[in-house]
C-alpha cells in the first residue's frame, strides 16, 4: 500500500516545481492539484449534518470511505511507492488528513504574496485573447486592481490559500508542517530538497536541477492560462521588476506571516537553513 504525503501552500509558489524535482525520485509520484481533495469534499458533503445519508454513515465507515479514495485513486502505484497529493485545501483540512494518515507530513510552499499576485498578472497578460477562468466577469476582470482584489478574496485563489496555511501554521496539527519559500528553492534547490528529505525521512536520493519536466498544456488551456503549470528544466532566480503598481505591491508584500516563527510549531526552511 502506498504512503502519503501532502503538498499545499499558496498558488505560484513552488509547488509544481517542487513535483517536477521529486518525480525525479524513482520512489516518489508527485504532480500538479490532484482532483482528490474535490472529491474528498464532495464525499465528506453527503456524510454530513444535513444530508439524506448523514445519519447511517457511522464515524468508522466515513473513515474508511475517505481513506479508501486516495488507495483508489492512487491503486496504480504499487508497493513502495511514497504518494504526494497535492492541494490547496490541504492546509484547511489537517484534522481529517492527519487523523486518516497519522505519519503524514505537509509541504507547504510559499511566496510573498505581492510576488504570487505579480505572477499570476503576468499570466494573464501573457494571454490576452482569453478571458481566464480566474474571473467570474468583466468587473472582476476589469484592471490589475480589480484583478488582484478578486485573487486576494477569503474564498478566491490567492485568498483561500493564504487563509487556509495560516489556519494551519497556528493550529494544533503545525508540527506536520513544513514551509518552503519559493526564493530559497530556486536560490538553493539541493539545499532545500535535502531539507524536504530530511523533513518526510526519507534517504536521500540525487537530482538533476538542470534538466527538469513538467507541463499541463491541456488543463492550463482549459482555463484559459496557458503556461500555469510549465516548469523551466534548469532551476534558477529570476530577478525582474514587478509589473504591479507600486501601491498594489506594497500592499500585498506583508502578509508573510510565516516569518515570525512566534505561536507556532510549524518548520519553516529559512536562510539561516541553508
Not at 31 to 48: D, I, K, N
Not at 60 to 85: K, M, P, Q
Not at 192 to 217: G, K, M, Q, T
Request: net charge negative; aromatic share 12%.
Amino acid at each position: 500500500m502506498s504512503s502519503f504525503h501532502f503538498i499545499s501552500g499558496l498558488p505560484r509558489a513552488g509547488s509544481t516545481l517542487l513535483s517536477a524535482m521529486l518525480l525525479q525520485n524513482p520512489r516518489f509520484h508527485a504532480g500538479m492539484s490532484s482532483p482528490v481533495g474535490a472529491l474528498f469534499s464532495s464525499m465528506l458533503g453527503q456524510f454530513s449534518a444535513g444530508s439524506e445519508f448523514g445519519p447511517v454513515i457511522d464515524q468508522g465507515t466515513r473513515r474508511r470511505l475517505l481513506r479508501g479514495l486516495f488507495d483508489s485513486y492512487y491503486a496504480e502505484h504499487l508497493d513502495n511507492t511514497l504518494v504526494f497529493d497535492t492541494n490547496r485545501m490541504w492546509s484547511a483540512k489537517l484534522p481529517a488528513l492527519l487523523d486518516l494518515f497519522p505519519q503524514a507530513k505537509v509541504i507547504a510552499c510559499v511566496r510573498n504574496v505581492a510576488w504570487v499576485m505579480d505572477s499570476l498578472e503576468r499570466l494573464y497578460r501573457a494571454n490576452p485573447y482569453e478571458n481566464t477562468k480566474l474571473f467570474n466577469d468583466d468587473a472582476e476582470r476589469n484592471t490589475v486592481y480589480s484583478r488582484v482584489e478578486t485573487l486576494a478574496q477569503r474564498n478566491r485563489l490567492v485568498g483561500f490559500a493564504w487563509a487556509a496555511l495560516k489556519e494551519a501554521y497556528y493550529g494544533e496539527h503545525a508540527g506536520s508542517l513544513l514551509l518552503v519559500d519559493y526564493d530559497l528553492l530556486v536560490q538553493a534547490p539541493e539545499k532545500v530538497l535535502r531539507l524536504v528529505y530530511d523533513f518526510i525521512d526519507e534517504p536521500w536520493h540525487p537530482h538533476d536541477f538542470d534538466s527538469l519536466s513538467y507541463d499541463a498544456p491541456e488543463f492550463d488551456q482549459a482555463l484559459g492560462l496557458s503556461g500555469l503549470h510549465r516548469v523551466r528544466p534548469k532551476v534558477g532566480a529570476e530577478f525582474r521588476r514587478t509589473i504591479l503598481p507600486p501601491d498594489l505591491f506594497a500592499q500585498y508584500s506583508d502578509l508573510s506571516f510565516w516569518n515570525d516563527g512566534a505561536g507556532s510549531m510549524a518548520h519553516v526552511i529559512r536562510a539561516s537553513n541553508n
